[in-house]
């Protein structure tokens, strides 16, 4: 059964800086999804970024990236010029391919506070 | 695009009482919406895969009988949860597949008193 681990259950970062979110997930699976979902005080879930990983190129989206290590089974979250906006929980979440029926596993999170 | 609804925000009810959430895909058609639960400071637990047309899938030690799932149409799925007690009181959120991604809706907190 597929696992996703992230081991910062708290971060913090001053506004304006940069931040590097951490999961890890074991799959046999040689295709497959990863995401980035962001979970704000308001509970609405917000897809941040999404990783095929067939894909080598790392995804991004504006001010976040992600580090792809397939090797590794490792899908870091960069989030660059901080913003108070992006105070947050921060999961991170793994599908496998093959239809679009599949249901998402997701890390425990990781709470995300930004200073000003 | 890829935008899911879900009515009502919150809801307060009685013991023993029933209570109805709806879930619904506002311009995209779902064949398979999904149920979570959430506890205060936890991740989603998965209740159960609302298959369109067909009975629902449910996760092992969720009660099929208490958590009635219906995916009546493309664009609608309801969850029911019957004779509610104190402890089914929590965050449900539901989510729809478009693209190989799933979007959440905004999530229904339920109390029961």
């Known amino acids: 059964a597929q696992t996703v681990t992230q081991s910062q259950p708290e971060m913090s970062v001053q506004e304006a800086e940069t931040v590097t979110l951490s999961c890890t997930y074991d799959?046999?699976?040689?295709?497959?999804?990863l995401f980035w979902y962001k979970q704000p005080p308001s509970r609405q879930m917000i897809l941040v970024i999404r990783?095929?990983?067939?894909?080598?190129q790392n995804a991004t989206e504006n001010r976040f990236s992600v580090n792809f290590q397939k090797a590794a089974k490792s899908f870091s979250l960069k989030i660059s010029d901080s913003q108070l906006g992006d105070a947050a929980m921060y999961f991170c979440?793994?599908?496998?391919?093959?239809?679009?029926?599949?249901?998402?596993?997701f890390g425990k999170g990781t709470k995300l506070s930004v200073k000003p | 695009g890829a935008v899911v609804s879900q009515h009502p925000s919150r809801v307060i009810c009685k013991s023993g009482t029933s209570v109805k959430i709806e879930c619904r895909s506002l311009?995209?058609?779902?064949?398979?919406m999904f149920w979570y639960r959430q506890f205060p400071k936890q991740s989603l637990m998965l209740m159960a895969t609302?298959?369109?047309?067909?009975?629902?899938?449910?996760e092992q030690g969720v009660e099929k009988d208490k958590f009635l799932i219906n995916h009546a149409s493309l664009t609608l799925s309801t969850l029911t949860v019957t004779s509610a007690h104190p402890e089914d009181s929590s965050f449900y959120i539901c989510?729809?597949?478009?693209?190989?991604?799933?979007?959440f809706g905004p999530g229904t907190r339920l109390t029961v008193l």
């Open positions: 799959t046999s699976e040689s295709d497959y999804y």
């Open positions: 609302s298959n369109e047309g067909s009975k629902a899938t449910y």
């Open positions: 989510s729809a597949n478009y693209a190989d991604t799933q979007y």
């Open positions: 990783q095929e990983a067939y894909k080598q």
């Open positions: 311009d995209f058609q779902a064949t398979t």
């Open positions: 979440a793994y599908k496998n391919y093959g239809g679009s029926q599949g249901n998402l596993i």
